[in-house]
């Protein structure tokens, strides 16, 4: 039965009073102030950020908490002073910020500005960017606003990239440089000077390994006493700096020289004050090491993987140009002796073929004698001109001639090279010595050997081979023994064409012969050209 009006009044009536509308979602109360600053101020301080306000018409300064702790000062030591905040700048970098500031009033526009903080030795610089500007406040108040935040790895990394970019302009620089220097010292002279102004230190040495790898030689370099570079000679051995570098392979990093105990450094370096530096090698083509380059300085000094990278890239131009010369000086030789040697060579076999003959007993001893000596000169020369007729190892010349006798030579001396025409001059001098061996002395009998050894010594001719050729075994020859054709071309070549001497004594056990030979820098060139007159000299 439908309801009645009535009912349905009710009803409503019934329903408006139980049912509730929805009550809205309760807010919290706004915030404090108090809070706000809180949370504000730990927010600046998460991102190292400070700001701070100078009320310019009552000159009052305000500044907050973590912009204090951004320039390493404490809160409450603030006195409201820009004189305070200026002593929390560098001393180098007050004036600009004091004239940035002051522009910035006066021009009532804004301001930028980068400062370091004062630092101690051994500490990272920080550095600070503020920027500013004047407002105009409703009070009739004019208020420099600014913010000051830590930029310290940006400007590192800015300076940083800066540095890389003008170290390498200068290497490209140099690189230029050494392929337009006509003169290779001169070139060394004034890259020295290029590089300790990059590097910010007093010495640079530039060290040529001669021949032997027993000794450096100062070829160029900055800040040395005068009359040094040119002149000076440093052990290459593990107790130089240079010397270690050689033998470990790899760059050498001192921190304090008065501390270090991997060597004990060359007297150079300690009577120069030398406290750090670093050395990287000089590498040369072929595996060999031309030298070593070093920067040095009175202070201490901790270098960086930049600056390390910076020298082996010099080092590598320093190579370039030692090889470009070389190259250079081999294309020379080689036009000399294409205009020279043929002509000279034949002279030559024929000055050979002649005092052969003179020695010579039968048609069949003269071929034998004389295709053994051609065969000499052949095989010297195969070995030189398969070289590029460029430095040739005295080990590989010895054994190439000696062969014949197998292990009944003994050979022993350091790894050297010598430039194509003392290695081939020297060969001839071997041979001759082998088989005056063969024929007369240890290697004519069946118990003999030879004992074959060489070092390099420095003396009033510069680098010098010695050679000990040592006989044992043989026959003592008798006291009337006439010394024939090849003691004599012995002789000649020795101290005629190679400018050294020879000395020869026959004793019980057999010859000992002592050879003396200058040796060129064969690694680097010299400002000096080679002339031809040994060569036409040496049979005459």
């Given amino acids: 039965m439908p309801a009645s009006p009535s009912s349905k009044s009710s009803t409503r009536a019934k329903s408006g009073a139980t049912g509730r509308k929805p009550k809205p979602a309760t807010q919290k109360p706004a915030s404090s102030l108090p809070d706000m600053m809180q949370n504000f101020n730990a927010a600046l301080s998460i991102g190292e950020i400070g700001t701070w306000a100078w009320n310019l018409t009552e ?178 051995d593990q107790q130089s700096q240079g010397g270690y570098t050689l033998m470990s392979g790899t760059p050498t990093i001192v921190d304090d020289l008065r501390m270090e105990k991997r060597f004990t450094g060359p007297a150079l370096l300690h009577e120069h004050g030398i406290i750090s530096g670093f050395s990287v090698i000089i590498a040369g083509p072929d595996g060999r090491p031309f030298g070593v380059i070093s920067a040095h300085t009175t202070e201490h000094r901790q270098f960086s993987a930049r600056d390390i990278s910076f020298l082996g890239s010099v080092a590598n131009v320093i190579a370039g140009a030692v090889e470009q010369r070389l190259s250079d000086q081999r294309q020379n030789l080689l036009i000399r002796e294409l205009r020279h040697r043929s002509g000279n060579l034949f002279s030559q076999l024929l000055a050979l073929f002649s005092q052969t003959a003179r020695t010579s007993v039968s048609i069949q001893d003269l071929a034998t004698k004389f295709e053994a000596r051609v065969m000499a000169l052949a095989n010297a020369h195969k070995l030189i001109a398969e070289g590029g007729w460029q430095a040739t190892s005295l080990r590989q010349v010895l054994s190439v001639l000696l062969t014949p006798f197998g292990e009944r030579i003994h050979l022993a001396g350091p790894d050297l090279y010598m430039d194509p025409d003392p290695a ?41 081979l010695h050679i000990a050729w040592r006989e044992h075994g043989g026959s003592q020859p008798g006291p009337d023994r006439i010394l024939g054709f090849g003691s004599r071309l012995i002789r000649a070549v020795i101290e005629r064409q190679l400018s050294g001497r020879i000395e020869q004594n026959f004793t019980a056990t057999g010859l000992h012969a002592d050879i003396a030979i200058p040796l060129g820098h064969e690694r680097w060139p010299q400002n000096r050209q080679p002339t031809d007159a040994a060569d036409e000299r040496l049979l005459s």
């Fill in 59 to 236: 000159n009052r300064n305000e500044w907050t908490n973590n912009f204090a702790e951004l320039h390493g000062r404490k809160a409450n030591q603030f006195n409201g002073s820009l004189s305070f905040f200026e002593t929390s700048i560098h001393p180098e970098d007050r004036n600009a910020v004091k004239s940035a500031i002051q522009r910035a009033m006066q021009e009532r526009s804004p301001y930028r500005v980068h400062y370091r903080l004062p630092s101690k030795p051994g500490q990272t610089v920080r550095w600070i960017e503020c920027r500013g500007d004047v407002r105009e406040g409703s009070d009739n108040t004019s208020r420099m606003l600014s913010v000051c935040h830590d930029v310290t790895d940006r400007v590192m990394a800015e300076r940083e990239l800066l540095n890389r970019v003008r170290q390498q302009e200068l290497v490209a620089k140099l690189g230029s440089e050494a392929i337009t220097e006509a003169d290779l010292d001169s070139f060394l002279n004034k890259a020295s000077v290029r590089i300790a102004q990059e590097l910010g230190v007093q010495f640079i040495k530039i060290l040529e390994l001669l021949p032997g790898d027993k000794e450096l030689f100062l070829r160029g370099g900055v800040g040395w006493t005068a009359g040094l570079v040119g002149t000076m000679h440093i052990p290459a």
């Fill in 424 to 464: 081939f001059g020297l060969s001839a001098a071997i041979h001759e010595l082998a088989t005056n061996a063969s024929k007369y002395g240890a290697l004519s009998t069946s118990e003999g050997h030879l004992d074959l050894s060489w070092s390099v010594d420095r003396t009033d001719q510069g680098p010098t």
